[in-house]
């Protein structure tokens, strides 16, 4: 993953699956809800009830071009990788996919993000 110079053509990415993960619901049906018209790309499994078609795509450069075509990248983590501080906590990989590819990344886990960076 690396930054590129590309024209940064969505308001939101988000890639990451609802079929393993359905407390993402909790964060971004509201966000879904609130864009309405606004430019933004989910690609995943599960969102067909959004009207977003299945969609997936392995790691390697079509997903670090993906990251880098939007201006606020969104990393919702699995329950278990966020459970607290007290019970469990895990970075998936995406927080340094994201990073290296220099997007702005909105995440959920706050106590794991603390103690590594």
Not at 58 to 77: D, K, S, T
Request: proline fraction near 6%; aromatic fraction near 10%; glycine fraction near 8%.
């Amino acid at each position: 993953m690396k930054p590129l110079n590309i024209p940064r053509l969505f308001d939101i990415v988000f890639v990451g699956s609802l079929d393993h993960a359905p407390h993402r619901l909790l964060f971004l049906e509201p966000l879904l809800k609130s864009l309405g018209s606004r430019n933004f790309l989910f690609i995943g499994s599960g969102w067909q009830k959004y009207g977003i078609p299945e969609q997936l795509v392995a790691w390697g450069p079509l997903l670090n071009a993906i990251y880098n075509l939007g201006r606020v990248c969104i990393n919702i983590h699995t329950d278990e990788q966020s459970q607290g501080e007290n019970q469990g906590i895990d970075l998936n990989n995406r927080v340094f996919d994201l990073a290296m590819a220099g997007c702005c990344q909105v995440c959920d886990n706050p106590d794991c993000h603390q103690a590594m960076f």
